[in-house]
């Protein structure tokens, strides 16, 4: 089983629907879990952490934690073509010393 | 404009042939790292640096080097290049005790024939 798992998509969906990528991981003891946005051919970009169970609210973005069933998800609203790109999810895996693992990514495409 | 600044972003060379890799950050951050993504397979950890002097290895270290000799600077090295390390490199920074990495370069494109 891979620390964390991610569907590889592509995810389609039209612009200005509700985007949901998800998440799992291994670790349960991992308390720390990160979404970063990476456009083709750019450096990934920090757009959400979550920390506690439940939901985090960003702008468009919502962040989903669930440890007990070990997924975190994250949720983009309204979604606009600007947002169509890799989405990597990344935990603390706090059996490694708390080491960032990353899963291999989301691709998100939504149509306009 | 705080930045991570890779050089080169593309390079071709032939195995064996010893090449560095630079990254330069402008913000004053402790925890400096290496990633190289591969398709399917995500970034992976190829070194880290807590403070200058101080680095440890990643998942993939073997066939490179770092050093940290000054903050702001972290180059990853590798000594005879083989084509498995054909791949796209990540340097990343952020301050210590931040659980994750806040700041990328703009990737370092490298193929080794």
């Known amino acids: 089983q891979k620390e964390v798992e991610q569907n590889s998509g592509p995810l389609s969906v039209p612009e200005g629907a509700i985007a949901s990528l998800n998440c799992t991981y291994s670790?349960?003891?991992?308390?720390?879990f990160f979404w970063y946005r990476q456009y083709s051919g750019k450096s990934p970009e920090l757009i959400m952490f979550?920390?506690?169970?439940g939901d985090k609210e960003d702008g468009r973005f919502t962040a989903q934690l669930n440890k007990a069933s070990q997924y975190v998800s994250l949720l983009i609203r309204d979604s606009q073509p600007s947002d169509s790109a890799t989405y990597l999810c990344a935990v603390n895996h706090q059996e490694y010393g708390n080491k960032l693992v990353f899963g291999a990514g989301t691709i998100l495409r939504v149509k306009s | 404009e705080a930045q991570v600044t890779q050089n080169p972003r593309y390079l071709i060379t032939v195995t064996g042939k010893k090449l560095t890799v630079t990254c330069s950050q402008n913000m004053n951050h402790e925890y400096m790292s290496w990633y190289r993504q591969d398709p399917g397979l995500g970034l992976r950890q190829i070194y880290y640096s807590m403070n200058v002097e101080v680095t440890d290895k990643g998942d993939v270290p073997e066939g490179y080097k770092v050093s940290r000799k000054e903050k702001r600077n972290f180059p990853l090295i590798l000594e005879s290049p083989s084509p498995n390390q054909t791949s796209l490199y990540f340097c990343?920074?952020?301050?210590?005790?931040?659980?994750?990495?806040?700041?990328f370069g703009q990737g370092t494109r490298l193929t080794v024939v």
């Open positions: 670790d349960r003891g991992s308390q720390s």
């Open positions: 990343a920074s952020s301050f210590a005790g931040i659980r994750t990495e806040a700041f």
């Open positions: 979550i920390y506690s169970n």
